[in-house]
């Protein structure tokens, strides 16, 4: 039996980290095509919407499915069956409620929470995207009482049906939108309404996983003296609403950012609604490469806290110090590589993903590639306080962080020399912080704490010089490229992807020949016996 769950949370936990992954990285990459659609001033009210939408989604998500998970998950256990079904009565209509109401005030209250946010051009957006609210509440109940069965599939076919369908649907309308010749606030709309699509088509598919697992489940003889309504409510807000605060602070401090951000280029700069939004969009174009890396990241931050949890368990220290090791290094091999070649071809970069050449938008990747570094590594360092036990202590550095960015992009976005690039410049600060405190925590915390200079020696050597080589390769190629086939937006594009292919193939031998991975180290990658065979690693 203890096999059989074994086997179960594994499973689990494999499913949820491919979704994961595969839901990133479409989140990633869809967005590329759809600024190019929206321009600089669309693509600034896209972001604010969708930062509000990211906040409801925090909200309505991070808490329930936990919660009600393990009411159900316990009930279930005991073949309290109807105890199971009543959780879920209680829950969804006063769920559908919440839904309903924050609907509402997203439909009738949309220009003013556009205005909050210093960006009206936002508001049509906010009303397309009010029906997703309901709909995240309807979907987060039904995942929680899949999740307490330990079925993950209907969470993962609902978070790649919703990523999909906003990429695919957003995209379209938005284009659509942009031929018929609508104004940018509308085709904005449209490529937010994505998000209302993708969320609605989950309802059907959770509905019949519910009816499916509902269908399998043992009736009880003996049906137990069922509590209230208010009993469980009460129960469910008291696991949730923690929970839920945790997952959330970052969100609400993007919310909070992008009102300081563009109100400071209004109030200060004096720069009109359209030009801040626009301002805004470049720094939208950054923030959603800096995302990129991270995606890289998520799976090793996922295998951590059961690989670590299962070495303290067996009370081997070394093994658990060792996994924390490998798991640094391997982040800073996948990362470091990543994010310098964001700084250092960022201009490049503009102009073959977006069609910009600006300095301004170089500059800002360049910031926010250092700050993408400092995000993944927190990603790591959270799941070693995680694994070990101290998962409250990452509650204390993130508000800390997201602090110092609202002050910073209160200041630094009101100086004429540095406009929205202070936002940037918060971020990175913002992740500086957090990483600083984390390792403070660990240092003090993790009785086996990891030798970060190890970790950190040989990677940084590997892509300070592969970062040295990519920049030297693609000024090279640009020159004599440019004077047979000149300096379009297509030329660009085979001079960078020249670029990037000498760099990657310069870091991979320096990785090799300076020792910087071992066949142990690939233990976390998927097929890393022949991975480790083919490159001829120790």
């Known amino acids: 039996m203890q096999e059989q769950k074994t086997q179960n949370f594994i499973k689990s936990t494999a499913i949820l980290a491919i979704t994961s992954i595969i839901v990133r990285f479409i989140g990633a990459i869809y967005k590329i095509p759809l600024f190019i659609i929206l321009d600089r001033a669309g693509t600034g009210a896209f972001q604010v919407t969708y930062n509000v939408y990211n906040l409801a989604l925090n909200i309505a998500t991070a808490g ?23 959780y879920f009565k209680v829950a969804m209509p006063a769920f559908v409620a919440i839904g309903v109401a924050a609907m509402l005030i997203m439909l009738l209250l949309s220009k003013e929470i556009a205005a909050l946010m210093n960006n009206t051009l936002a508001a049509p957006g906010i009303q397309v995207l009010a029906p997703s609210v309901l709909f995240m509440c309807i979907i987060s109940v039904y995942r929680g009482y899949a999740q307490g069965f330990e079925n993950m599939m209907p969470t993962a076919v609902s978070q790649t049906v919703e ?53 399998s489940m043992i009736i009880e003889a003996k049906p137990q003296k069922l509590p209230s309504s208010m009993q469980i409510l009460g129960k469910l807000m008291l696991v949730s609403i923690p929970i839920t605060l945790g997952s959330s602070i970052y969100a609400l401090v993007t919310v909070i950012d992008n009102s300081v951000a563009q109100g400071r280029l209004q109030n200060i700069l004096m720069l009109s609604e359209i030009e801040s939004s626009s301002q805004f969009g470049l720094l939208t174009y950054g923030t959603t490469l800096y995302n990129l890396p991270a995606s890289l990241i998520v799976p090793v931050a996922i295998s951590l806290v059961p690989a670590i949890a299962s070495a303290l368990a067996k009370g081997d220290g070394n093994e658990a110090r060792g996994i924390m090791q490998t798991s640094v290094k391997l982040m800073n ?37 250092v700050a993408a570094f400092f995000l993944c590594f927190q990603l790591v360092t959270t799941a070693i306080l995680q694994a070990n036990g101290n998962e409250r202590l990452p509650l204390l550095s993130i508000p800390i962080g997201g602090a110092l960015k609202i002050i910073l992009s209160y200041i630094l976005v009101g100086k004429p020399q540095i406009g929205i690039l202070g936002s940037a410049i918060g971020s990175l600060a913002c992740y500086i912080a957090i990483c600083s405190l984390n390792l403070v925590f660990i240092k003090n915390k993790v009785a086996q704490s990891p030798n970060f200079i190890n970790a950190f020696s040989k990677p940084l050597l590997c892509s300070t010089i592969m970062a040295l080589v990519a920049r030297v390769a693609y000024n090279i190629i640009y020159r004599l490229g440019s004077s047979f086939i000149g300096a379009s937006r297509s030329a660009v594009i085979v001079f960078l992807a020249i670029a990037i292919i000498i760099a990657v193939t310069v870091y991979g031998l320096l990785i090799i020949l300076t020792g910087t991975i071992t066949k142990d180290e690939l233990s976390l990658v998927t097929k890393s016996e022949k991975i480790a065979k083919i490159l001829r690693v120790k």
């Open 64 to 86: 329930v499915p936990v919660a009600l998970s393990r009411m159900v998950s316990s009930a279930a256990a005991e073949g309290q069956s109807d105890l199971v079904k009543r």
């Open 163 to 215: 990523a999909l369908s906003k990429a695919a649907f957003g995209i379209a309308i938005a284009y659509l939108l942009a031929r018929a010749g609508y104004e940018v606030q509308y085709v904005s709309a449209g490529g937010i309404l994505g998000v209302t699509i993708g969320l609605g088509l989950c309802v059907p598919i959770l509905m019949w996983y519910k009816r499916k697992i509902d269908s």
């Open 333 to 369: 091999l996948f990362a470091m590589p990543a994010c310098a070649g964001l700084m250092v071809l960022s201009g490049p970069i503009m102009i073959a993903l977006f069609s910009q050449w600006d300095k301004l938008a170089a500059n800002i990747l360049s910031v926010l590639a």
